[in-house]
């Protein structure tokens, strides 16, 4: 299945976008989790502090469906 | 002489009686850096009656990219002190309590007066966890805000009816000790949390506690995504300490 990931700042150098700047596309096995596939394409879930998809914040633990647009966000502490 | 807070009290939602709430009001806030010193400054403007916050660093010369409390005259001075003159300044009609130590718990949840609301304008998690776990236990509102490069986070909190900044942030996040900050962008999101906090005391709009905007300067997004109270959160999660409040 096909998976849309998109990231900004640090977490771009990491996805190596390839649709446009932001975005990369992923082929993946079904049934994998999001922190299974990012393993899978070389990012530690713990540059991930969040995931969204839609209006939702995810998990990692979420099963991506086929098709789908999940945004990462780095961690963001500062002040 | 005309009243100094007429353009504001003639919008829509405040008038008169809402500026006497905002005069009425004390905000905590936690943090008088980047984000910090545009929240004091328009909370300030605003007339809202009490603001007590807390910070104990002294001003170093590179706050001076966007700490706008400050000036390169006050290098080495205590950021409390120094705002406190600037806020009293800008608004010699408000009362400030400026707090000079770290951060705890007990400033919250022993204060002797009641508080209405407190701002996230932190550094660091653990003082953030701190914070949430203060609001929580006295049933607090929180309006959370926070940067990284060209991203930022605004979010508002209120643990009783939803979740809380663990809730999103279960595990301590990995993070850098200096992240790179554009001062820009401190007062854009500084400023936005000020409203939030202005519009919830006011009850202006609708109840987004729970929802958090999350902006990319660099893609120029800014996303509004919902978050669900998890129930193994450490702060507000069942079986918590403080949990059974």
């Known amino acids: 299945m096909t998976l849309y990931l998109k990231a900004g700042g640090m977490l771009r150098e990491y996805l190596q976008p390839d649709v446009d700047v932001f975005t990369r596309r992923v082929e993946c096995t079904e049934g994998l989790s999001l922190r299974d596939i990012l393993i899978s394409i070389g990012i530690r879930p713990v540059h991930v502090a969040m995931a969204f998809s839609g209006d939702r914040l995810i998990p990692l633990s979420h099963v991506p469906s086929d098709g789908e647009t999940i945004t990462l966000r780095p961690p963001v502490q500062g002040g | 002489m005309p009243d100094r807070y007429a353009r504001q009290s003639s919008m829509p939602g405040i008038g008169p009686a809402g500026q006497r709430t905002l005069e009425r009001s004390h905000i905590f806030v936690a943090g008088t850096g980047g984000l910090g010193s545009p929240v004091l400054m328009y909370l300030s403007c605003a007339g809202i009656g009490r603001i007590t916050f807390v910070d104990r660093d002294a001003v170093e010369i590179t706050n001076l990219n966007r700490q706008i409390l400050f000036d ?7 950021k409390t002190e120094v705002a406190c003159r600037r806020l009293s300044a800008i608004n010699p009609n408000i009362h400030l309590d400026p707090i000079d130590t770290p951060l705890n718990e007990q400033m919250i949840t022993e204060s002797d ?3 209405d609301l407190a701002i996230d304008c932190l550094d660091n998690d653990p003082s953030r966890r701190m914070l949430a776990r203060a609001c929580h236990e006295k049933g607090i509102p929180m309006v ?3 940067l990284a490069g060209y991203e930022a986070t605004l979010a508002v909190f209120q643990s009783r009816t939803g979740p809380c900044y ?3 942030h279960p595990d301590p996040p990995l993070t850098a000790i200096t992240p790179p900050v554009l001062g820009g962008i401190a007062g854009t999101v500084g400023s936005m949390m000020a409203v939030e906090a202005i519009r919830m005391i006011l009850n202006v709009g609708p109840d987004r506690s729970g929802s958090l ?4 300067f660099e893609r120029g997004t800014f996303d509004r995504v919902y978050a669900s109270r998890i129930t193994e959160c450490p702060i507000c999660g069942i079986g918590s300490a403080s949990s059974k409040i």
Do not use: E
Request: net charge negative.
């Open chain 2, 72 to 78: 390169s005259t006050d290098i080495g001075s205590r």
């Open chain 2, 166 to 168: 663990a809730c999103v």
């Open chain 2, 213 to 216: 905007l999350l902006m990319d």
């Open chain 2, 113 to 115: 007066l009641p508080i």
């Open chain 2, 144 to 146: 959370h805000g926070a």
